[in-house]
């Protein structure tokens, strides 16, 4: 069995005189959550587009499950579910009606499919109640049930937590790692709440300007997203100082507003604080800290505001 579900080469999408995607070298491994990150217009819902078959490459290729032949990248989008720019649901159906209309489009026999279905999602209990009348979880809920009928290996969401409460962002969190989990579907999330994606993805893949500028484990993450003491001083100068001398560590930075962020004896946090109080430094703020998720992504596309 194939070890990638999707992968790209030198995949690119041209537009007049601009590159939506620029030879962009993609992989998803099977299993993986892969959060997919990049600013408004960067080029993520183009490479969503052109794996779902809604668009296609101006340059490079794209393989899905191993395949990458026209007749066999057909066949293999069957193995996907998808929602893309917000579910298509009929307003006046109940959620069953509306898998059962979605069930008989996609040409997918027999009618347990779908009560197994809204019950994968939490909306067997939902009975005559109209779309129009869900909330915007339910809702979303339900466009991810449809793209769940067929049984895919492979989900693609396009912003699934669009326009949730804090509520309704949990539960779907909650849901797409227990798909993933138990039904070991491989899920691409594109989306903008970078502090979700850091709580719920394996993998990430971040692009910017249609440059695919990097992919890294969630481990390969924690790595890259430092953890320091926090401290500020009085004094950090004298700090510095004692930090260098008592301490005897280089690593760390004196930052604006008199703090220090140092990134040694983190385990020794007693200790840090005994030096410098020894020294006559007047400690107003000391705390261990991390960058998230948000920090990274900033950090890495330039410090430019994510969209």
């Known amino acids: 069995m194939n070890e990638y579900v999707l992968r790209t080469n030198n995949l690119s999408k041209k537009f007049k005189n601009s590159y939506a995607l620029d030879k962009v070298n993609l992989s998803i491994r099977k299993g993986a959550i892969y959060g997919f990150i990049g600013q408004n217009g960067a080029g993520k819902s183009t490479l969503i587009r052109i794996a779902t078959g809604l668009a296609f490459p101006t340059g490079g290729s794209i393989e899905l499950f191993g395949e990458s032949g026209a007749q066999e990248l ?37 009618k347990e499919c779908t009560r197994k279905t809204l019950a994968l999602v939490g909306l067997e209990e939902t009975g005559k109640k109209k779309a129009k009348n869900f909330s915007l979880g339910m809702k979303q809920r339900l466009g991810l049930a449809i793209a769940l009928l067929g049984d895919p290996e492979f989900l693609i969401l396009d912003e699934p937590t669009n326009g949730l409460d804090p509520m309704g962002v949990v539960e779907m969190r909650e849901l797409l790692k227990r798909l993933n989990r138990q039904q070991g579907i491989t899920i691409l999330i594109s989306s903008h709440i970078l502090s979700e994606l850091h709580l719920l993805a394996s993998h990430y893949g971040i692009i910017h300007h249609g440059n695919l500028l990097e992919q890294l484990t969630s481990k390969e993450l ?8 926090h401290i500020k001083v009085n004094n950090p ?20 507003e008199s703090v220090i962020k140092l990134y040694k004896h983190l385990e020794q946090p007693g200790k840090v604080s005994a030096a ?17 998720l948000e920090g990274f992504f900033t950090k890495r596309i330039g410090g430019l505001h994510h969209g």
């Open 237 to 256: 100068g004298k700090a510095a100082a004692v930090i260098e001398h008592e301490l005897a560590t280089t690593d760390f930075e004196v930052m604006p």
């Open 276 to 292: 410098l109080s020894a020294a006559g430094l007047v400690i107003e703020q000391f705390m261990p800290m991390g960058e998230d």
């Open 222 to 229: 924690q790595e890259k997203c430092q953890q320091y003491l």
């Open 74 to 110: 057909t066949l293999a989008r069957k193995r996907i579910g998808s929602i893309i720019e917000g579910p298509a649901l009929y307003p006046h159906m109940t959620a069953e009606d509306n898998l059962e209309a979605h069930r008989i489009l996609k040409g997918i026999p027999g």
